[in-house]
Nanobody, 122 residues
Framework: QVQLVESGGGLLQAGGSLRLSCAASGRPLSQYAVGWFRQAPGKEREFVAGLTWSDTRTCYADSLKGRITISRDDAKNTVALQMNSLRLEDTAVYYC???????????????WGQGTQVTVSS
């Protein structure tokens, strides 16, 4: 069982940047695809970004391409999400997820973090 803990959320200004981090414990992440999802108020959870387990292939939500970057550090067992040019509509709870031997879209995550709130204000 892998435990995931996100950090880095908070209240941010539109136009700014944020960096979310996800720390994993229990097992090494090297055999897992890693990714980020988000859920805005009143909406379903949606995919944000992902990285395959086997190589450096990435997947990004079309609506967010160009503003986000996902990265992983298997030595530290962490996953990061960098988001720039923040918009009001980026307000959501952001979740870290992993999938054993998964592709970059994480179609069926095995574990989820508890989420971190990101609120973007004008």
């Amino acid at each position: 069982q892998v435990q995931l803990v996100e950090s880095g959320g908070g209240l941010l200004q539109a136009g700014g940047s944020l960096r979310l981090s996800c720390a994993a414990s229990g097992r090494p992440l090297s055999q897992y695809a890693v990714g980020w999802f988000r859920q805005a108020p009143g909406k379903e959870r949606e995919f944000v970004a992902g990285l395959t387990w086997s190589d450096t292939r990435t997947c990004y939500a079309d609506s967010l391409k160009g503003r986000i970057t996902i990265s992983r550090d298997d030595a530290k067992n962490t996953v990061a999400l960098q988001m720039n040019s923040l918009r009001l509509e980026d307000t959501a709870v952001y979740y870290c997820a992993i999938q054993l031997y998964g592709g970059c879209s994480l179609s069926e995550p095995d574990s989820w973090g508890q989420g971190t709130q990101v609120t973007v204000s004008s």
